[in-house]
């Protein structure tokens, strides 16, 4: 598969060569994102925010 056809190129950057792509991959449904949203929420709903960051 060419850098053409898989729409990846790379870039050079002052820290090193990265690589950029359209295709990501969607990790809404893995279970360690799902659990670590749920203890957020938790977290969240029990302590809430800072007084500096609410309206």
Known sequence: MTV???KKFRKST???K???SNK???YS???F???KAKAAETFLKTHGLP?????
């Not at 007084?51 to 309206?55: A, N, W």
């Open 33 to 35: 994102v799902v659990k």
């Open 24 to 26: 990501v991959k969607d």
């Open 14 to 16: 002052s820290k090193g």
């Open 18 to 20: 990265i690589t950029l």
């Open 4 to 6: 053409a056809a898989s």
């Open 29 to 31: 449904n893995d279970p």
């Open 51 to 55: 007084k500096e960051l609410t309206r």
